[in-house]
């Protein structure tokens, strides 16, 4: 995935490694239709930083982390650790993210729950409007 991808710009941030061929191309038409961000390409790196193979003869980027552009601005970083080598020549590519946790509201289904601290007698007459089926005594009528 070449480092000029002017044509891309929705989908390729502008910093890659080496030249681009025809699974780069295929890759970057395939963020484009499925409105996806390679997240590699979105922050400035140092060269070891974009390596993800490395061999004697050749040092290449072939892995990329995609991310919808929605979610474009949790990305904070995205970069290749130099040290780690996660197979013989391939290296660890790590993004990270923010993501915010809503709080869901809880909704009360069906009847309110009655608080019997709350009941007392002047509050007992309104309480058989809602429950007609106890009497006084505790007997469920039918």
């Known amino acids: 995935m070449a480092s000029a991808a002017s044509s891309y710009g929705e989908v390729h941030g502008g910093f890659g490694l080496g030249d681009r061929n025809g699974g780069g191309t295929l890759l970057l038409n ?10 590699n390409s979105t922050f400035p790196k140092r060269e070891e930083h974009l390596v993800t193979f490395q061999s004697s003869a050749v040092k290449t980027q072939i892995d990329y982390l995609l991310l919808r552009r929605y979610d474009r601005g949790l990305c904070k970083d995205c970069k290749v650790i130099p040290g780690e080598t996660f197979a013989t020549q391939h290296r660890l590519l790590v993004m990270d ?6 709080r869901k509201k809880r909704y009360a289904r069906g009847r309110s729950r009655i608080r019997w601290g709350a009941l007392t007698k002047d509050k007992s007459g309104s309480w058989r409007v809602y429950y007609p089926l106890w009497d006084i005594g505790g007997v469920v009528e039918t």
């Open 30 to 39: 395939f963020s484009k239709v499925f409105k996806l961000v390679i997240a």
């Open 97 to 102: 993210i923010s993501i915010m946790m809503k």
